[in-house]
């Protein structure tokens, strides 16, 4: 997993949607493990030797005890406890999610592309999807009580965070990769359009 998640970080930079050393990754491991990207490395020269293991209160633990992980960790474990099907999270601060957050209020809404199937669960291309789009706080602790109130609006394995970027998350990386290009591509058909 380590392997591949980073190999997928490095792609992800290069199309730009982790500039200037932002987002944050992290998995469950079979032993139940949580593995966190550390804060402030370059998303160009990730490798699977810049995770790092926390505790359930997004605490460095063992090799990586005083580390201190991204502020944004808090809200991956936000979705562990809320989502437990999720055991890979990937965040991105692509243009087009933000972009569509400055035209749109609490949900970004979309109907008519066949690429909605990227969802897990989306049979058609006809659903009207709704994805919530939750305010930024520079307090991740606010941020996460905004997620809690919002969580029945949370459907497709993902949302947006206003001015800020996207998190999604699947059940292994291929589907958590794919629920985040699904929403990438959304966001950027309808901007354009
Ligand atoms: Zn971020």
């Given at each position: ?93 692509s243009k087009y999610p933000v972009l569509i957050s400055q035209y749109n209020?609490?949900?970004f ?51 947006i965070?206003?001015g ?23 966001c950027e058909?309808e901007f354009l359009?």
């Amino acid at each position: 997993m380590k392997t591949e998640l980073a190999q997928l970080i490095q792609a992800l930079n290069q199309r730009g949607w982790s500039p200037a050393t932002s987002t944050n990754y992290s998995f469950i491991d079979e032993h139940q493990q949580c593995w966190v990207s550390r804060s402030g490395i370059n998303k160009a020269n990730f490798t699977e030797h810049d995770f790092m293991t926390i505790d359930q209160d997004g605490i460095g633990i063992g090799a990586f005890h005083g580390v201190k992980p991204s502020d944004e960790t808090k809200i991956h474990l936000w979705i562990y406890e809320n989502f437990p099907e999720a055991k890979v999270i990937l965040h991105s601060h692509s243009k087009y999610p933000v972009l569509i957050s400055q035209y749109n209020e609490h949900f970004f809404t979309v109907q008519g592309y066949e690429l909605q199937k990227g969802f897990k669960g989306c049979k058609s291309h006809l659903d009207t999807l709704n994805i919530p789009i939750v305010d930024n706080d520079q307090d991740i602790q606010i941020l996460c009580t905004g997620l809690t109130a919002r969580k029945s609006d949370i459907q497709h394995h993902c949302f947006i965070i206003a001015g800020h970027g996207t998190y999604a998350w699947g059940e292994n990386l291929f589907e958590a990769q794919r629920h985040l290009e699904t929403l990438d591509y959304l966001c950027e058909c309808e901007f354009l359009l």
